[in-house]
């Protein structure tokens, strides 16, 4: 995903005279192409993540749109504040790139892990969350959002799903129908689900938006009172989002996610999917016992 | 020059007596400056206060609110009769400043520590475009004790920024906190042309703001007394915020007057 990254961005760069790249001292040498042709809108801002999501509020200020690139934790939780106030309450067009999602760089412990971000994003009003899937996904999402005039954060996986899908930004996807439940799969947990749940009659719905939430799509695909989300990030995170999109509605919620704890064991990502429990035979397990298959 | 400030000092008491509250104190530190910045330096246009061949100012220091809208109705961006509405619930002139409320403010600020980098960015931003205006930051000694800032001089010294100016309210108010100590020589060293004056001194003012260096940003150290020209405010932490009582209003204003 993150050649994607800099595929799209080198080429709407060359499109887009407004479109303005800061890197958090990261990604530097794989964006070299846009640091050569497009310097004066090209920055290594350096290690400031405060600094850098201010200053890109000033560029916004200044009819620019950029783009802020660091690891999730430094590019969310280090400058909330600078993210709440400069961009979100002042309305700035900004777009935030994370990599490292939840514990991707699971061998470099709790400090570069991040399966906060998107509950803590989702506190701030107007702020745009978006969570790709696939490569081309990240593409198709960040080409229709990033000039939106919204503040935007897209979650970039080291996961990938297998599939591609034709995903419009705000949109939800049915990819499949049935009876006994809802299953809403959130960007690269679809492949999971997929495995887990494709000899399942229950409806398996595609989030690749979290923020605005698709609640219509999810309201009219509850064929029965049972809902499970499956998150990429804290469990529990779109609790609020569903409960909402129900309106009143009496449902059944179950989250398969992250554990609300410090992940203090280092390895590699799979080694802690298995131990949170989001492997596709744990999901195909824990969706079996709620849906009483 | 001395009159158009008391005249502006007693509408600031006035407004913060009406409100009942208010950072008196805060505002008489930078009133001089923000009077000299506006009446002769600034570049604009209060009936087109976003036109783009403006000079930018941001009141990185938020809580001097008060300062900034007396001069700025003054100068002719609202009618000064909405500071009589200063907080009230339907107000756009709220304890701190909102970028998308009040006309001729750059940026909603109030936290601190906020308003040097987004300035920053704006003086990037304008270097990108070709706009060949300035933008003019104001920060608190206080605020200077935020890393933001310092984040913030490292970068614009680091990309040129020439024609970004940071003025630091030097009036000492939190040394009892975490002394600063010589900030011209920490802006010095961060790569910045820095130059003190009395920040009450509008020539001094005046003079230091005009003068840009083309290859840096600049720095103006403005020492200040927190309260300036009331004596029972002066240097008192009990008037940081807090307004007159019925009692006091009228010793004040004579005081001002």
């Given at each position: 995903m993150r050649k994607q990254f800099v595929n799209t961005i080198e080429d709407l760069m060359a499109q887009d005279e407004s479109l303005v790249l800061l890197l958090g001292d990261i990604g530097v040498f794989g964006f070299r192409n846009a640091f050569e042709l497009y310097s004066e809108r090209?920055?290594?801002?350096?290690?400031c993540e405060q600094a850098m999501t201010s200053v890109a509020a000033g560029l916004a200020k200044e009819k620019m749109i950029p783009v802020l690139h660091s690891i999730a934790p430094f590019a969310v939780e280090r400058c909330f504040e600078q993210i709440k106030i400069d961009l979100c309450y002042q309305n700035l067009p900004a777009n935030i790139v994370s990599v490292g999602?939840?514990?991707?760089?699971?061998?470099?412990g709790c400090t570069h892990h991040c399966p906060g971000d998107v509950a803590i994003l989702s506190a701030l009003p107007g702020m745009e969350i978006v969570i790709p899937g696939t490569p081309a996904e990240f593409d198709q999402l960040f080409r229709a959002a990033y000039a939106d005039n919204n503040p935007t954060y897209f979650r970039l996986s080291e996961q990938s799903n297998q599939q591609s899908y034709d995903v419009e930004f705000s949109r939800a996807l049915v990819i499949q129908r049935g009876k006994l439940g809802t299953v809403v799969a959130i960007g690269p947990t679809l492949n999971s689900v997929l495995e887990a749940a494709?000899?399942?009659?229950v409806t398996i719905l595609y989030y690749t938006?979290?923020?605005?939430?698709?609640g219509d799509t999810l309201r009219k695909n509850c064929p029965s009172e049972k809902v499970v989300v499956v998150e990429p990030?804290?469990?529990?995170?779109l609790a609020h989002e569903v409960m909402f999109a129900m309106k009143g509605r009496a449902i059944m919620l179950n989250s398969i996610g992250v554990?609300?704890?410090?992940?203090t064991s280092y390895g590699h990502a799979k080694d802690h999917d298995i131990a949170c429990g989001l492997t596709s035979e744990h999901i195909k397990e824990r969706l079996e016992h709620f849906l009483n298959v | 020059m001395k009159s158009i400030i008391n005249e502006l000092k007693r509408l600031i008491v006035k407004t913060a007596a009406a409100a009942g509250e208010g950072h008196i104190g805060s505002a008489f530190s930078v009133l001089d400056l923000l009077w000299v910045l506006y009446a002769q330096v600034l570049r604009i246009d209060p009936k087109n206060?976003?036109?783009?061949d403006r000079d930018r100012f941001v009141?990185?220091?938020?809580?001097?609110s008060l300062a900034l809208y007396a001069v700025l109705a003054k100068s002719g961006?609202?009618?000064?009769?909405?500071?009589?509405?200063?907080?009230?619930?339907?107000?756009?002139?709220?304890?701190h400043p909102d970028h998308n409320k009040v006309?001729?403010?750059e940026a909603s600020t109030g936290?601190?520590?906020h308003g040097l980098p987004m300035g920053t960015g704006m003086a990037m931003g304008m270097g990108i475009r070709n706009v060949d205006r300035r933008v003019i930051v104001l920060v608190g000694d206080g605020e200077c004790n935020e890393g933001s800032i310092w984040e913030s001089a490292l970068l614009a010294a680091h990309h040129r920024l020439s024609n970004l100016t940071c003025i630091v309210?030097?009036?000492?108010?939190?040394d009892r906190a975490l002394s600063l100590g010589d900030i011209a020589a920490k802006f010095a060293s961060f790569g910045w042309a820095t130059t003190t004056i009395n920040g009450h001194d509008h020539k001094a003012i005046y003079d230091a703001m005009i003068r840009t260096d083309p290859t840096r940003p600049t720095a103006i150290i403005a020492e200040t007394i927190k309260g300036f020209g009331c004596k029972e405010m002066?240097?008192?932490?009990?008037?940081?915020?807090r307004a007159p009582t019925q009692d006091e209003l009228p010793v004040i204003l004579k005081e001002l007057a």
């Open positions: 090209t920055y290594n801002i350096g290690i999602s939840s514990y991707d760089y699971a061998s470099l494709h000899e399942l009659d938006t979290i923020s605005p939430f698709d990030f804290y469990e529990g995170t554990p609300r704890q410090f992940l | 206060p976003k036109c783009d009141l990185s220091k938020g809580h001097s961006f609202f009618p000064v009769a909405e500071l009589e509405r200063f907080t009230a619930f339907d107000s756009f002139l709220g304890g006309p001729g403010v936290s601190l520590g309210d030097y009036n000492h108010s939190t002066e240097n008192n932490p009990a008037w940081h915020h």
